[in-house]
């Protein structure tokens, strides 16, 4: 009898790697990014030569960043920007993370800021206009201190002096609805709900169809 064929070796398939990945390149040790990607350090390692991207370092001497340096930081890739400075791009990547700093998209290129825009900086928190405008929160706080724009500091609510009859109403309405019967913030409401433990309600309890 002839002896039983063995099953033929199958190569495995060539990762296929997104962008935000192929920036982390560099940015960790092979093995952390192996492991946050769930792949081994020798696919990652392979990767990374092939683009001929350094190696991340540990011991990296202590750089002054400069404030016109930090300024670059988001408004383009971090290869870009260290390339532009001359520097490894995991300095630029760690950096911008320091700074909780969000990583530069291709959506933001090319966005019309027109002066109607513009003159919405600093009135509203920067996150908002991000949202609004689909840009990243860097693109619109970057612009924002470009014009040298204040950000948006929310008004503290005014001192409530809570009774124990103010204090049953959480326990039945929403904030809104509380602060409109009070004729109070409902900012204060939520201060004072979160301190008592008392879940927000949508509203009233209706009364289901007979």
């Not at 033929?8 to 920036?23: D, F, V, Y």
């Not at 092939?50 to 400069?66: D, G, S, T, Y």
């Not at 900086?121 to 014009?147: I, N, Y």
């Not at 948006?152 to 409109?180: F, G, Y």
């Amino acid at each position: 009898m002839k002896p039983p064929k063995k099953p033929a070796n199958r190569k495995t398939p060539p990762r296929l790697w997104s962008a935000s990945e192929i920036e982390m390149l560099g940015t960790v040790s092979d093995r952390t990014l192996g492991k946050q990607l769930q792949t081994s350090y020798q696919v990652v390692g392979a990767k990374r030569r092939q683009l001929k991207i350094a190696p991340f370092f540990h011991k990296n001497p202590e750089r002054v960043w400069l404030p016109h340096e930090t300024q670059m930081l988001g408004t383009a890739v971090d290869s870009v920007i260290a390339k532009r400075l001359g520097i490894e791009k995991h300095l630029v990547f760690m950096k911008r993370k320091a700074l909780n700093i969000q990583p530069y998209r291709e959506t933001n290129r090319g966005f019309d800021w027109s002066a109607d825009k513009i003159a919405l900086l600093g009135t509203v928190p920067d996150s908002e206009l991000a949202q609004l405008w689909r840009l990243s929160k860097s693109a619109v706080h970057l612009k924002r201190k470009a014009f040298g724009i204040t950000p948006c500091r929310p008004t503290p609510a005014p001192h409530v002096k809570w009774t124990a009859e103010m204090d049953a109403l959480l326990s039945t309405m929403s904030n809104k609805q509380i602060a409109q019967q009070l004729g109070i913030n409902p900012q204060s409401v939520t201060i004072r709900r979160r301190k008592l433990g008392i879940v927000n309600r949508a509203g009233p309890k209706r009364t289901p169809p007979k």
